[in-house]
């Protein structure tokens, strides 16, 4: 009878417990709550299950990276750049639980310095899919303890010592109980707070193009405002004004200054001009209330590209939200939604926020792609684990055109 090596069977093990996690966690409607199982693994798991469950996790996890790079990237190889792009990502991801997966008795620390160097900059700028999601399941309202909670949990699951995975099992169990015997209801968004979202595809590629846009926009800003109450504030989608020039200034100023006599606030995505040819992707507020909330962390490659002159440089050390008013909210920009940090940059300091801003951009996708829904998840749970009501607006592929056949009439 054949037999194999044991580190072939360990492997095996591993590699398939860690993809079935990651297919239940990540695939909607994204099953937070999985993510305990795999410190409870990393435990049980030797070495070299410990890579391999780690490894075929992160792959799972991250397969949408494969169609999004490519669908942001149009052309004949871009399929190409789509799974480059993931196994790169995933590697780099991987790299650190890798070395930490033979720490022997100390295991329950090599979890934890994992989970902090694949989430906090700078490895945590592309820290999807963190192990650190599972709070958003357990501990909804805690904010800031949940996440440290979870951390000492999985620190005790993740430990060779069975009193420790014990105890730590005791404590999520107790966790998990109270999660569902006592529902947590997120507090109910202000009824002055509204969103628009949009299905106008990717950036114009002509002037043309670009005015028949701000036309578009302008309309659907004006029909809100004429049935909205005095004083509201409304979010549009991440990037969908383009390039913020003198001339988008202009094309803005009458309904800017409508917005401000009804005490109105319009939150625009726009990219914005920085000194030295940089970019910032933001929200531009205009109408009563004026400033800039720029994104932590633009997307890494198509934004955020040190390498390159025309980048969007991200913020790794700015702690706090923004005001708007009176009204204290926190600005996770689309890829953010994805990542541990964000948010927690956002929420350390004492003052707690009222709201957090999602706005995305995923003109650029297929309608068949999970990815803007994996991120619409992702950003309910955060407002879960914080207590923050979370709005959204999303720009959307547009919609082709359908014929009738009871008219022949084309619709869109």
């Known amino acids: ?17 860690g993809a079935l996690v990651a297919w239940v966690a990540w695939e909607p409607p994204d099953l937070f709550f999985m993510l305990w199982l795999l410190p409870v693994a990393w435990a049980g798991l030797p070495v070299s299950g410990r890579r391999a469950m780690m490894l075929t996790y992160l792959l799972t996890a991250l397969a949408p990276v494969t169609a999004s790079v490519s669908e942001f990237y149009p052309g004949p190889y871009s399929w190409l750049a789509g799974i480059a792009a993931w196994i790169v990502v995933a590697l780099l991801l991987w790299t650190p ?32 899919a963190s192990p650190l999601f599972a709070a958003t399941a357990v501990f909804p309202g805690w904010g800031m303890y949940g996440l440290g909670a979870t951390i000492l949990l999985q620190a005790g699951l993740a430990s060779p010592p069975l009193r420790l995975r014990a105890a730590a099992l005791a404590g999520l169990f107790a ?11 997120t507090p109910p968004m202000p009824h002055e707070w509204q969103a628009i979202n949009t299905q106008l595809g990717r950036e114009p590629d002509s002037g043309m193009h670009w005015i028949d846009r701000q036309i578009t926009l302008k309309h659907r800003v004006a029909v809100w405002m004429a049935s909205a109450p005095p004083g509201s504030t409304v979010l549009l989608p991440e990037g969908i004004a383009g390039t913020w020039t003198g001339l988008s200034a202009l094309a803005w100023a009458s309904i800017a200054h409508q917005a401000a006599k009804a005490h109105d606030t319009i939150l625009m995505g726009v990219t914005l001009p920085l000194p ?11 109408g009563a209330h004026g400033g800039v909330l720029s994104a932590r962390q633009p997307v890494p490659l198509s934004e955020w590209n040190p390498a390159t002159r025309r980048n969007f440089p991200a913020d790794w050390t700015r702690l706090g939200g923004y ?6 909210v926190v600005l996770l920009m689309c890829y953010e939604q994805l990542l541990v940090w964000p948010a927690a940059w956002a929420m350390a300091p004492d003052q707690h926020p009222q709201i957090i801003l999602a706005p995305a951009n995923h003109g650029w996708a297929d309608s068949g792609s999970v990815e803007d829904t994996i991120q619409r998840n992702a950003a309910m749970a955060w407002g879960r684990l914080y207590g ?25």
């Open 1 to 17: 009878m054949l037999r194999l090596p044991k580190i072939f069977t360990n492997s095996l093990a591993g590699a398939v417990f």
């Open 97 to 128: 639980w890798a070395l930490l997966a033979r720490m022997g008795r100390y295991a329950g620390l090599g979890w934890v310095i994992g989970l902090l160097l694949t989430a906090v900059p700078p490895l945590g700028a592309i820290g999807m």
């Open 175 to 185: 966790a998990g109980i109270i999660a569902l015997v006592l529902p947590y209801a």
């Open 276 to 286: 030295n040819n940089k970019r910032s992707d933001a929200l531009l507020a205009l």
């Open 323 to 328: 005001r708007i008013g009176r009204t204290r």
């Open 388 to 412: 923050v009501p979370v709005l959204m607006a999303d720009n959307g592929p547009k919609k082709r055109p359908r014929t009738s056949t009871r008219s022949g009439v084309d619709k869109v």
